[in-house]
């Protein structure tokens, strides 16, 4: 008796097609294209700033951050990798969450246009303003064993051991410190699934701006990325500025992505709504 095979090729055609059609069920036939990068000249008005940060080099700031405030990162040299955690303020327990965030979008690519989910679908950052493109939610922090497997028993700065102590300050534990996002990380996905490190896509003054859509405790590492062929011990310093972002408007690209950013942001605001009652 014969056992009929189906071809690698065929198998690969056909999980294509699925995820095709799952992904159009889910954003709708007309989801939007991305908006394009944002020039470097983009800047922000000196009225908007509310607090600058120049960040060192292995080492982190927290911060809260209001419902309708932004960030801007700065990678100043263009060699540093900032990696980011944040929580609800209202519930704690309502982190980032980088698998939804690239579940829901169908996408591990980061960039202007996106938005950040937390594990309750609602949206806790939009990125409305973005030079760089090349931002990983995948690989997650640097800890004290990458960075000695990389440079020796000496290099104790790390993402994962500044997260643990900015959580701690909050009150919270090791179980409530979540995945993070990874700014200024060039990382992709090979052909046969590694991640790959896409040397020369970093530029002197890149930055990121990030909207919060709720109130956010938030925390940013200046301590270098796992998968860096050029990682150091202590990173370029980095610049942060709190800003007041602009409102959104009715055709928000961030919010008109698809119909599920949509039901996210209402689900968001539903949520604030309730909350200032």
Request: charged share 25%; glycine share 8%; with cysteine.
């Amino acid at each position: 008796m014969s056992i009929e095979s189906t071809s690698p090729a065929t198998e690969r055609q056909a999980h294509r097609a699925r995820y095709e059609a799952l992904r159009a069920a889910g954003q709708g036939e007309a989801a939007r294209a991305l908006p394009p990068l944002t020039d470097r000249r983009h800047t922000l008005p000196d009225d908007a700033v509310l607090h600058r940060e120049h960040l060192p080099g292995g080492w982190y700031w927290s911060t809260r951050l209001a419902r309708g405030e932004a960030l801007r990162i700065v990678n100043t040299a263009g060699t540093s990798a900032v990696s980011m955690i944040a929580w609800c303020e209202a519930d704690t327990s309502e982190r980032l969450n980088t698998a939804d965030t690239m579940k829901v979008q169908w996408s591990t690519g980061l960039r202007k246009g996106r938005i950040l989910y937390t594990e309750m679908g609602r949206v806790a950052f939009s990125i409305i303003e973005d030079t760089s493109g090349a931002h990983d939610p995948l690989v997650g922090p640097t800890t004290k064993a990458s960075m000695a497997a990389a440079l020796g028993s000496g290099a104790s700065r790390n993402s994962r051991d500044n997260f643990l102590a900015a959580a701690a300050k909050l009150g919270l534990s090791r179980r409530d410190v979540p995945l993070c996002v990874s700014f200024f990380a060039p990382v992709g996905i090979a052909a046969d699934g590694r991640f790959v490190w896409h040397s020369g896509q970093r530029v002197a003054g890149d930055f990121v701006d990030l909207r919060a859509e709720m109130d956010l405790w938030v925390v940013l590492s200046n301590a270098g990325h796992p998968l860096d062929p050029e990682l150091c011990a202590l990173p370029a310093p980095v610049d942060v500025l709190r800003f007041s972002a602009p409102p959104p408007d009715g055709d928000d690209p961030c919010r008109r992505a698809c119909i599920e950013a949509e039901r996210a942001f209402e689900l968001t605001e539903r949520h604030v709504r309730r909350g200032s009652k």
